[in-house]
């Protein structure tokens, strides 16, 4: 059935089409008359991949006051229903993460991340390409976690920044490198399950 539309006369006006597991055609400039008419054939391409599933989720952590809040850098892992990994990927600062191009049959998402414990592991169907939006939690592991270690490396995006344990032996000062990240955009890092002691942060631009 043909659905009506509406264009300006005298002015350009651009024509696509687009269908459902095709990509949007290329655009077709006309402009129109009183009286005239113009025939258009837009081709659109089949492509395979807009015909398989997703999954889009969010992953939280529930803080102090009980609020469930977005979890960064969290590691999430889509198994399928052998228990075979199929792909890997990690939070976004708002928590979420995504998988594209995934066929038909039952998915397994684990989440994992340093000073927290999943709350369980979350199970999805993907059928006839559908997308799947979930939400994944985790809980701070209180037996790991004792603390953090942050600041902020003014207008030094990308900076190398190592965590080192100060000990004492025998009056002698000893400084043990234990944990490594980078700077984000921002200058900010962030060390998690810290346990209790004393610590040093060095910093090193990336060469």
């Given at each position: 059935?043909?659905?009506p539309?509406?264009?300006?006369?005298?002015?350009?006006?651009?024509?696509?089409?687009?269908?459902?597991?095709?990509?949007?055609?290329?655009?077709?400039?006309?402009?129109?008359?009183?009286?005239?008419?113009?025939?258009?054939?837009?081709?659109?391409?089949?492509?395979?991949?807009?015909?398989?599933?997703?999954?889009?989720?969010?992953l939280?952590?529930?803080?102090?006051?009980?609020?469930?809040?977005?979890?960064?850098?969290?590691?999430?892992?889509?198994?399928?229903?052998?228990?075979q990994?199929?792909?890997?990927?990690?939070?976004?600062?708002?928590?979420?993460?995504?998988?594209?191009?995934?066929?038909?049959?039952?998915?397994?998402?684990?989440?994992?991340?340093?000073?927290?414990?999943?709350?369980?592991?979350?199970?999805?169907?993907?059928?006839?390409?559908?997308?799947?939006?979930?939400?994944?939690?985790?809980?701070?592991?209180?037996?790991?976690?004792?603390?953090?270690?942050?600041?902020?490396?003014?207008?030094?995006?990308?900076?190398?920044v190592?965590?080192?344990?100060?000990?004492?032996?025998?009056?002698?000062?000893?400084?043990?490198?234990?944990?490594?990240?980078?700077?984000?955009?921002?200058?900010?890092?962030?060390?998690?399950?810290?346990?209790?002691?004393?610590?040093?942060?060095?910093?090193?631009?990336?060469?």
């Open positions: 059935m043909p659905i539309f509406r264009v300006s006369l005298r002015e350009p006006n651009t024509l696509a089409a687009v269908k459902e597991g095709y990509r949007l055609s290329d655009a077709a400039g006309v402009i129109l008359s009183q009286g005239t008419t113009i025939e258009i054939n837009p081709v659109c391409t089949a492509e395979a991949s807009l015909t398989l599933g997703a999954i889009a989720g969010v939280t952590v529930t803080d102090a006051s009980g609020t469930a809040v977005p979890l960064a850098g969290g590691k999430i892992t889509l198994q399928n229903n052998l228990g990994t199929v792909a890997v990927t990690y939070t976004a600062e708002d928590g979420e993460f995504a998988f594209y191009d995934l066929a038909d049959g039952i998915c397994t998402l684990l989440s994992s991340a340093e000073g927290y414990q999943s709350v369980s592991a979350m199970t999805t169907v993907i059928a006839n390409g559908s997308i799947s939006n979930v939400t994944m939690a985790m809980t701070i592991d209180t037996r790991t976690y004792n603390g953090t270690v942050s600041g902020i490396i003014r207008n030094k995006a990308g900076c190398f190592g965590l080192y344990r100060v000990d004492n032996i025998a009056g002698i000062r000893k400084e043990t490198l234990i944990a490594v990240t980078k700077t984000n955009s921002a200058g900010k890092y962030l060390f998690g399950s810290v346990v209790s002691g004393e610590y040093l942060v060095k910093a090193k631009l990336e060469q």
